[in-house]
Every structure is written in structure tokens, then in C-alpha cells.
């Protein structure tokens, strides 16, 4: 038989489900309290009295499943990383609406064809990116109509990559928005969650080993679909 396992982690209680993939059918669930100082022990909690409700063998788990409010809570709170973003061919006066830690704009950017407004400024990125390596846990980089052209979000993050270990998100590959402010909004909560998450996903996968559960896991979408643990990883928001 090949078992599916539900995780489902909410704001009191964390369920565990387990399913026959084969004839879809529910076979077992259980309950435990959720624990928000460290989510993945309410998981392991739930998860290891289910499997020793009908003694389930966890080598034929193939397929986890993870649902998990940690991501829209932790906006909702404003908890995080500590985000840099970089503007690229634009400025605003209202640091505050954009929210991250560190914003600095920089020249370069295209326009809604695509032509180059300037070269991209890498002597100021680099200073830039010196200035704020110190007090960001993750970087952003976002350049005037980069849904069109987004060859200097690309050289941008190519460049932070090559100076510090950093994360760096490019706002093009996450929103389609043509608002450049909106973009770099999405792509400021997404670096913020990338820290938070990602370790977050490091404990389940330690603790489903521990549990000798080795199966393929993926993560739940707010649109309902599912995405793989790798893409979460990178596209948190």
C-alpha cells in the first residue's frame, strides 16, 4: 500500500492525516496542540500518534503533504528578516509603504519597450551592497518595468551573489504587476519570509527523518494547489 500523510498546522491545533493513494480513501487522523514557539513539534506530536494508531510502516508513506499558516502569519505580525532592497531606474519618497530595513535606488531601469533608460549603475550597486551586507538578512533588487526587461534585476542579483551569501530575490519573477512599487512590495515579503521559512521546512524535513519518513513532500498554496519544498523555499509569499 501507498500512504499519503496530510499535515496541516493551524492556529491551536496541528492534524496529521493518512491516506490510501491508491483508493484515495481517509484511513486515520489524529489531533495535538499546536505550538507556536517551535511549530514542528506539534507536527511530530500529531504525526507519531498517528502512525502508531494502526502501526503504519513509515517506508510506505510516499507523498507528505504540508499546510501551514506560518507565512501569512508572519507578515500579519511583521515578523521576519531584516530586508535591502534595491531600486533600479526609479525613487519614491515613501520608504515606509515599500517595507523593508534598507532602500536604496541606483540608475539604470527600462522602459515599457524595453530600451534601456541608463546603464546599470554597478559602481553604486556594489557600495550599495557593501553598505547594507552588514544589516539585512536578504536583498531585493527591483528595475522600472523589469516585467518587460529584466535584464538588470538579473545582472543586479548576479552581482549581490558574488559579494555576500545573502538571498536575493528579484521582484520580476514573482509579480507581473507592471506598478513597480507593488512589484517590490511582493518581492520585499517574500525576502522577509525567506529566513523564517526556510528553516522552518529544514526542522520538518530533520523531524519527518527521525520518524524514518523519506517521502517526497510538498507545501500548500493559498490558491489551494501545491507547490515542492524546493520551490517554497524561494517563493515563500
Not at 94 to 109: S, Y
Not at 145 to 151: D, K, T, W
Not at 181 to 208: G, K
Request: hydrophobic share 40%.
Amino acid at each position: 500500500m501507498e500512504l499519503g500523510l496530510g499535515i496541516d498546522t493551524g492556529g491551536t491545533y496541528t492534524d496529521a492525516a493518512m491516506v490510501d493513494l491508491g483508493s484515495k480513501r481517509l484511513i486515520a487522523w489524529s489531533k495535538s496542540p499546536t505550538t507556536p514557539q517551535d511549530l514542528t513539534e506539534g507536527i511530530v506530536r500529531s504525526v507519531r500518534t498517528l502512525l502508531r494508531k494502526q502501526r503504519f510502516d513509515p517506508a510506505e508513506i510516499k507523498l507528505v503533504g504540508l499546510s501551514t499558516t506560518l507565512a501569512t502569519n508572519s507578515v500579519l505580525e511583521s515578523r521576519g528578516g531584516r530586508v535591502g532592497l534595491i531600486g533600479i531606474g526609479w525613487d519614491t519618497k515613501d520608504l515606509n509603504a515599500l517595507g523593508a530595513e534598507r532602500c536604496a535606488f541606483i540608475k539604470g531601469g527600462h522602459d515599457t519597450k524595453g530600451r534601456e533608460l541608463d546603464a546599470l549603475d554597478l559602481k553604486g550597486l556594489r557600495e550599495t551592497v557593501r553598505s547594507m551586507s552588514e544589516d539585512v538578512d536578504a536583498f531585493v533588487v527591483s528595475s522600472m518595468f523589469s516585467v518587460y526587461q529584466p535584464s538588470h534585476e538579473d545582472r543586479a542579483r548576479q552581482v549581490i551573489r558574488e559579494m555576500t551569501e545573502r538571498p536575493v530575490v528579484a521582484a520580476y519573477e514573482l509579480s507581473g504587476e507592471l506598478g513597480v512599487i507593488e512589484r517590490s512590495v511582493t518581492a520585499v515579503l517574500n525576502a522577509r519570509l525567506l529566513p523564517m521559512i526556510s528553516d522552518f521546512l529544514d526542522r520538518i524535513e530533520s523531524a519527518l527523518l527521525s520518524m524514518h519518513i523519506k517521502a517526497n513532500i510538498v507545501v500548500l498554496k493559498g490558491d489551494g494547489n501545491v507547490m515542492p519544498v524546493k520551490q517554497a523555499r524561494e517563493r515563500p509569499v
